[in-house]
């Protein structure tokens, strides 16, 4: 009788392990990487060679009015940006789930803001905001109302950065909604409109919780590239004006890139990535607890 081998008995272990080594190692080194340095003090303009100091740099750091306020700014940029984006998108998705004249072209221009890239994006939305000869100011006079300074004014920079990361972003929110309306058994709507439910009572009490676990699904991943949105901040204002605009990620870009703090950006990169890893589970959390 023929004995099986130590590959045969663990074919199904063995055959994927070195993908899944791979995958760990891209994971898992930069975050080690990353952490090791926040302790150290290598600066490039300095000179000197690198070398530990324990928990300064996170000192200094957290110390920092900077930083907290880039926290904030984080915060409401992917906060507000994200319910918009949840609620446009689930709203258009249950539209379009619905038969009408023109429905297939409707999906097609939803794609185009996605399929941008996203530093054009910035670009092209700088030039509707400038004030001079920005179309946005020009409709804004058309009907008679005040001029705005958009992205020129720090007053004004986080909002207009989000209705640009809402006009990109919703599409997909709308695709992945979709897609899980495609799949709800009939059974529940057919029995509700039996009972004599309304339509807006249908979509309250059935369409809503039986899709719900889509939207949150959409949210943890729309939440997730939010924390860490820079190409549109940086390609529009850098930042700017002042540190109005700058996030986490932007401000850890700084002080690699523009001051060479390797130990400092690095501390600003570990927050990111634990603001990003809290926001995350929460969010599963509350997608677990509604599919109970």
Same mark, same amino acid.
Request: with cysteine; glycine share 6%; proline share 5%.
């Given at each position: 009788?023929?004995?099986?081998?130590? =590959?045969?008995?663990? =074919? @199904?272990?063995?055959?994927? !392990?070195?993908?899944?080594?791979?995958?760990?190692?891209?994971?898992?080194?930069? =975050?080690?990487?990353?952490?090791?340095?926040?302790?150290?003090?290598?600066?490039?303009?300095?000179?000197?060679?690198? &070398?530990?100091?324990?928990? @300064?740099?996170?000192?200094?750091?957290?110390?920092?009015?900077?930083?907290?306020?880039?926290?904030? &700014?984080? *915060?409401?940029?992917?906060?507000?940006?994200?319910?918009?984006?949840?609620?446009?998108?689930?709203?258009?998705?249950?539209? *379009?789930? @619905?038969?009408?004249?023109?429905?297939?072209?409707?999906?097609?221009?939803?794609?185009?803001?996605?399929? #941008?890239?996203?530093?054009?994006?910035?670009?092209?939305?700088?030039?509707?905001?400038?004030?001079?000869? +920005?179309?946005?100011?020009?409709?804004?006079? #058309?009907? +008679?109302?005040?001029?705005?300074?958009?992205?020129?004014?720090?007053?004004?920079?986080?909002?207009?950065?989000?209705?640009?990361?809402?006009?990109?972003?919703?599409?997909?929110?709308?695709?992945?909604?979709?897609?899980?309306?495609?799949? *709800?058994?009939?059974?529940?709507?057919?029995?509700?409109?039996?009972? +004599?439910?309304?339509?807006?009572?249908?979509?309250?009490?059935?369409?809503?919780?039986?899709?719900?676990?889509?939207? *949150?699904?959409?949210? =943890?991943?729309?939440?997730?590239?939010? !924390?860490?949105?820079?190409?549109?901040?940086?390609?529009?204002?850098?930042? +700017?004006?002042?540190?109005?605009?700058?996030?986490?990620?932007?401000?850890?870009?700084?002080?690699?890139?523009?001051?060479? &703090?390797?130990?400092?950006?690095?501390?600003?990169?570990?927050?990111?990535?634990?603001?990003?890893? !809290?926001?995350?589970?929460?969010?599963?959390?509350?997608?677990?607890?509604?599919?109970?």
């Amino acid at each position: 009788m023929h004995k099986p081998s130590f =590959i045969e008995k663990n =074919i @199904r272990i063995l055959f994927p !392990l070195p993908a899944f080594l791979f995958i760990a190692l891209l994971m898992i080194f930069p =975050i080690v990487y990353t952490l090791a340095l926040s302790f150290t003090s290598w600066n490039l303009t300095s000179g000197a060679p690198m &070398r530990f100091i324990g928990l @300064r740099n996170y000192g200094q750091i957290l110390l920092e009015p900077r930083f907290v306020d880039a926290i904030v &700014r984080t *915060l409401t940029f992917t906060i507000c940006a994200v319910v918009i984006e949840a609620v446009l998108g689930t709203a258009i998705a249950i539209i *379009l789930n @619905r038969a009408f004249i023109g429905k297939s072209l409707a999906k097609l221009l939803l794609l185009l803001p996605l399929v #941008s890239t996203p530093v054009a994006v910035g670009i092209i939305f700088n030039l509707f905001y400038d004030p001079t000869i +920005g179309l946005a100011n020009f409709a804004l006079s #058309s009907l +008679g109302l005040p001029q705005g300074l958009w992205v020129s004014s720090a007053a004004t920079v986080i909002p207009s950065l989000i209705i640009v990361d809402v006009w990109q972003w919703t599409p997909m929110i709308t695709l992945i909604v979709l897609a899980g309306l495609a799949g *709800l058994s009939e059974e529940p709507f057919e029995a509700a409109r039996v009972d +004599g439910a309304t339509q807006w009572q249908v979509l309250r009490y059935v369409t809503i919780p039986m899709v719900m676990p889509v939207i *949150l699904t959409a949210v =943890i991943l729309r939440l997730i590239d939010a !924390l860490k949105t820079f190409d549109i901040i940086f390609a529009m204002t850098g930042g +700017g004006p002042g540190y109005a605009s700058e996030t986490l990620n932007i401000m850890g870009f700084k002080y690699s890139f523009e001051y060479f &703090r390797m130990g400092q950006a690095s501390v600003i990169l570990i927050a990111l990535f634990f603001l990003v890893l !809290l926001c995350s589970m929460g969010i599963m959390k509350l997608r677990s607890s509604s599919e109970n």
